[in-house]
């Protein structure tokens, strides 16, 4: 089992800056790709920002230039760098694992592990 935690959520201003952070413990030799999804109230959930198992990153068009995925393989914990956030940004953001070796990837349906989420609220 995988286990996810993620940390870094707040309220902030637009024009704001935040780090969320997702540590990642348990069986994690399978895991090669990563990500972050977010879900407003009352939309559907959305894949932000991807990564695979040798850096390689997607990212969703509406936050391309302001956010940035990246990881620390030597203490299993994935990061979501968010830079001047907008109120849309508003939301629950969860990260995740996927046991499938594939090029960086948002689609949910391959991501098999999931954290609890941390809420960031962005106010104008």
């Known amino acids: 089992q995988v286990q996810l935690v993620e940390s870094g959520g707040g309220s902030v201003q637009a024009g704001g800056s935040l780090t969320l952070s997702c540590a990642v413990s348990?069986?994690?030799?399978?895991?090669?790709?990563m990500a972050w999804f977010r879900q407003a109230p009352g939309k559907e959930r959305e894949g932000v920002a991807g990564i695979d198992d040798v850096g390689n990153t997607i990212y969703t068009d509406s936050v391309k230039g302001r956010f940035t995925i990246s990881k620390d393989n030597d203490k299993n914990t994935l990061f979501l760098q968010m830079n001047n956030l907008k109120t849309e940004d508003s939301a629950m953001y969860y990260c995740?694992?996927?046991?499938?070796?594939?090029?960086?990837?948002?689609?949910?349906?391959?991501?098999?592990?999931w954290g609890q989420g941390t809420r960031v609220t962005v106010s104008s």
């Open positions: 348990g069986y994690t030799y399978t895991t090669y790709g």
């Open positions: 995740a694992t996927s046991a499938h070796n594939l090029r960086p990837t948002i689609d949910p349906n391959y991501f098999g592990n």
